[in-house]
């Protein structure tokens, strides 16, 4: 019980650590660098008029966006496997921020660049990058799950 306990905290902590630096250079820094359109907010019931201005960035906006998503996925996976000292909740959280992309792809499919699908296998090699250095992080490089 004690470590499905621990393996639920360490994949709520990962998202959320993952989360966090996902929103600071994907919307926050970037945001900053190109400023949404006045009366145009991040709000999903604004998805047309996000979409045309994501349609007008340059291709350097997206560089950000990548790094940001496989970043989210690397940060994540570090978070959950120091905590838990196992690889199977930075897997999960690997796993849940492959499908958040891809949902956020498919919803933009229209105006994002398509070499932004490089990100998916990126999520992987760098969230498994992630999972190790936070195991080793904490001494418990094995391969227990």
Known sequence: MKSIFTGTVAVVLGMVFGGGVNWLLAVNINTSIWPLPEGITMDPTQADALAEWISTLPGQA??????????QSGVGAFVAAAVSQVRTPSYIVIALTA???LMNFMSLW???PRWMLLEFPAYFVVGSLGARFGLKIRGACKTKN
Do not use: M, S
């Not at 997206?62 to 970043?71: G, K, P, Q, R, S």
């Open 110 to 112: 229209e105006v994002t």
């Open 99 to 101: 499908l958040g992309g």
């Open 62 to 71: 997206f560089v950000l966006v990548f790094v940001a998503h496989v970043l």
